[in-house]
């Protein structure tokens, strides 16, 4: 039976229908692919990462630092054997090994990276926002510099994906060849495929905007905005527009989907929002759970 897990800024790890793990601020949440292992990123200022063991509750397996500042993200490869975590403060991204139990194995590869942006104030240097795992590679966003960073698992680093400056590139997806990007500062997604970039506003018909979460389900792309606090639609083939919904909460930071269901966490209004996806459009159940300033969900 799945289990949906609310991670955040709160005082730990909400389990819809469970109880409470408590965590320092554990922003962003990771499963392992075969293992019922849960791994949270905790966003101190000199933050951690935690494994926990995920069964009728969450036990403690093993912690590790994730050598930077403010570590706001955290995947596991494809294969179980790697992890990587982002850290937003210094823009410090960090690789480690998995061992059998998915407890972190042996020392850490810390990838430090130097750079900067147009926008004096939010790219004064770099800063890592999401690490994924697509065709071998582990791919770094970095708002500050523009660029999503290109890293082998031995911590090689390979030639960059440059997007257009003042982008501030969050969170992004792949779907073989193609990469779509959710630009945070310029509120924009960026398609990008066989070199061309296609570039469209992340809600098309709203004011301010910092979009947040980005990912691929079927034909669309899903965007969370903060701002206009909606969700936007696009077809993934062209990013051609398909609706943009109210995201049933404030400043929608992250949300997950299982199936036809889409669970959105809402910031400033301490709630996550379920909807059911209609022709791909969501639609809300009704069912709202409460949480302590959400900032991801994993279903697992």
Request: aromatic share 8%.
């Given at each position: 039976m799945?289990?949906?897990?609310i ?5 730990g790890?909400?389990?819809?229908g469970g109880?409470?793990?408590r965590l320092?601020?554990?922003?962003f949440l ?7 292992v849960?791994?949270?990123a905790?966003e ?5 990462l935690?494994?926990?063991e995920?069964g009728?509750?969450?036990a ?13 993200h955290?995947?596991?490869?494809p294969?179980?054997?790697v ?9 410090v ?7 059998a ?7 850490p590869?810390?990838?430090?990276h ?7 104030e939010?790219q ?5 926002h999401?690490?994924?795992f ?20 031995d ?8 997007l ?5 590139p969050?969170h992004?997806a792949?779907s073989?060849s193609?990469?779509?990007?959710a630009g945070e500062?310029?509120?924009t997604v ?6 061309r970039?296609?570039?469209v506003p992340a809600s ?8 947040s ?12 905005n903060?701002g ?17 919904v109210?995201?049933g909460?404030?400043?929608?930071r ?8 889409m669970?959105?966490?809402g910031?400033?209004?301490d ?6 996806l209609?022709?791909?459009v ?5 069912e709202?759970?409460?949480?302590e300033?959400?900032?991801?969900v994993?279903i697992m």
């Amino acid at each position: 039976m799945k289990r949906v897990y609310i991670g955040g800024y709160g005082p730990g790890i909400v389990t819809v229908g469970g109880g409470l793990t408590r965590l320092a601020s554990p922003s962003f949440l990771a499963a392992h692919p075969t293992l019922p292992v849960l791994y949270a990123a905790g966003e101190l200022e000199r933050g951690w990462l935690t494994a926990l063991e995920a069964g009728e509750t969450l036990a403690p397996l093993d912690e590790r630092p994730s050598e930077g500042s403010l570590p706001c993200h955290v995947a596991v490869d494809p294969t179980g054997s790697v992890l990587a975590a982002a850290n937003y403060g210094d823009g410090v991204a960090v690789i480690y090994r998995l061992d059998a139990r998915g407890a972190f194995d042996g020392e850490p590869i810390v990838l430090r990276h130097q750079g900067c942006g147009p926008n004096a104030e939010r790219q004064e240097g770099p800063h890592a926002h999401q690490a994924v795992f697509h065709d071998g590679i582990l791919h770094v966003s970095d708002l500050g510099t523009d660029e999503i960073r290109r890293y082998r698992y031995d911590g090689t680093t390979l030639e960059s994906i440059k997007l257009q400056p003042g982008t501030g590139p969050r969170h992004f997806a792949f779907s073989g060849s193609r990469l779509y990007v959710a630009g945070e500062l310029a509120a924009t997604v960026t398609l990008i495929e066989d070199g061309r970039h296609t570039v469209v506003p992340a809600s098309p018909e709203q004011g301010t905007n910092f979009p947040s979460h980005l990912q691929l389900d079927g034909d669309f792309v899903y965007v969370a905005n903060r701002g206009p606090d909606t969700i936007t639609v696009l077809r993934a083939d062209d990013l051609s527009y398909v609706a943009e919904v109210p995201a049933g909460g404030e400043w929608p930071r992250h949300f997950a989907i299982d199936g036809t269901t889409m669970y959105v966490a809402g910031q400033h209004s301490d709630t996550v929002t379920a909807f059911e996806l209609k022709d791909g459009v969501p639609e809300p159940t009704g069912e709202v759970y409460e949480a302590e300033s959400p900032g991801c969900v994993l279903i697992m």
